[in-house]
């Protein structure tokens, strides 16, 4: 499908889920002269998009070949995206380090090329560079239904507001398979993968990331964190549930220690916080990006462990779709038809 930005009608394209893909969909979208509205039931930025890590880990040899081209695309747009946040918000995003050390299985390690940044950092400057744009952002805001005809879809948000649209992506995360069921969509396969974290003071300077195929250290280095490492994470099938216990911070602090000793012990390495999120996951464990076969909707999600990193990439690729260009990139194997979508009109 291909739509031709129209900036006389209003909105052009409405995104469903102000995450970090929602967003950076948006940004790249009125960069590209489209009108956009992003809606939220909750706070911009409040799901799994400031509960991650930061590790924009393109090189981590435990991901999918098949995620190989969007990795690389985000990684080497990663500048430029931060770039353009920093021109719009006045907020520059450092990153926080640039190796990673990789233990693999057999005891040995590899040094990788790769950063990582603060996911609050990040957020704090997007959310400042979306208020500086023409993009609509409604949070706090139930939609009601969705309803489809020839020039698009109609909005209708509870209290009656109904947003006239050329295009609608979803982008709600774990929970995008929830909101497409009860916007009468066929539902597609996204579940919620939990991961607890916790953040611990360091008793010495770090400034490379330490990750195994089980644990990752990943240490702030700059900003109001510095001085600490996020040592993360479960992986879950919990549902919905976003409950830390002490035992699963135990363990993922017993792991850590296998890689630094040192951060075995609470008064070696206080603990200073912890918290868990809820990564969205498909059943191949890809992102779900492209056009539906119902014409105007569109989905980015599935990012599971990766939609930090993935989040430039998936923008631009999402934007070149929604324009009906070829994307840069082969996205064939993220194709939404791959599972469940709508085929019925
Ligand atoms: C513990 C943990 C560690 C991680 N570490 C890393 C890492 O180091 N590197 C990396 O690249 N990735 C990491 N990730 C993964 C990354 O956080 C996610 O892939 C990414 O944030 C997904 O972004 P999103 O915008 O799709 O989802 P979210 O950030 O969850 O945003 C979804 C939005 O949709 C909204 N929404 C939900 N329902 C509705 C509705 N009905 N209507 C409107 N809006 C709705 C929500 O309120 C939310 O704001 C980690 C994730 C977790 C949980």
Not at 33 to 56: E, F, N, Y
Not at 130 to 136: M, P
Not at 303 to 318: D, E, K, S
Request: proline share 6%; hydrophobic share 45%.
């Amino acid at each position: 499908m291909s739509l031709r930005f129209d900036s006389t009608r209003t909105p052009d394209i409405v995104v469903i889920g102000a995450g970090l893909i929602g967003l950076a969909i948006a940004l790249e979208l009125i960069d590209r002269g489209a009108q956009v509205t992003v809606v939220d039931r909750g706070q911009s930025l409040g799901g799994a998009s400031t509960a991650a890590a930061g590790m924009l880990a393109a090189a981590d040899p435990g991901n999918p070949p098949e995620l190989q081209e969007l990795s690389r695309l985000s990684a080497e747009r990663y500048p430029a995206f931060l770039g353009r946040l920093e021109a719009l918000s006045g907020i520059a995003v450092p990153f926080q380090t640039n190796t990673t050390v990789q233990y693999l299985e057999d005891g040995s390690t590899v040094r990788l090329a790769e950063h990582s940044l603060d996911p609050r950092q990040l957020a704090a400057a997007l959310r400042a560079a979306v208020n500086a744009t023409s993009i609509r952002l409604l949070e706090h805001t139930q939609i009601a239904a969705a309803d489809q005809n020839s020039g698009g879809a109609t909005i209708r948000l509870n209290g009656g507001t109904a947003i006239n649209a050329q295009a609608v992506v979803y982008a709600a995360g774990a929970w995008t398979s929830e909101v497409m069921a009860a916007l009468d969509n066929d539902p597609i396969s996204v579940t919620p993968c939990k991961g607890q974290m916790l953040r611990v003071r360091l008793p010495f300077p770090l400034d490379e990331v330490h990750r195994s195929e089980r644990i990752y250290i990943c240490p702030r280095t700059r900003g109001p964190q510095a001085g600490t490492a996020l040592i993360g994470a479960t992986v879950e099938n919990a549902g919905f549930d976003m409950s830390v216990h002490g035992v699963d911070l135990d363990a993922l602090r017993a792991l850590a220690a296998k890689l630094i000793p040192e951060l075995a012990s609470e008064a070696e390495a206080p603990m200073v916080e912890s918290w868990a999120g809820l990564r969205p996951a498909t059943p191949d464990k890809l992102p779900i990006l492209g056009a539906c076969s119902r014409p105007g909707q569109f989905i980015a999600t599935g990012h599971y462990r990766n939609g930090i990193l993935q989040a430039p990439g998936t923008a631009l690729v999402m934007a070149d779709v929604l324009e009906g260009k070829a994307p840069c990139i082969d996205i064939s194997a993220l194709s939404p038809l791959r599972f469940a979508c709508s085929v019925t009109g």
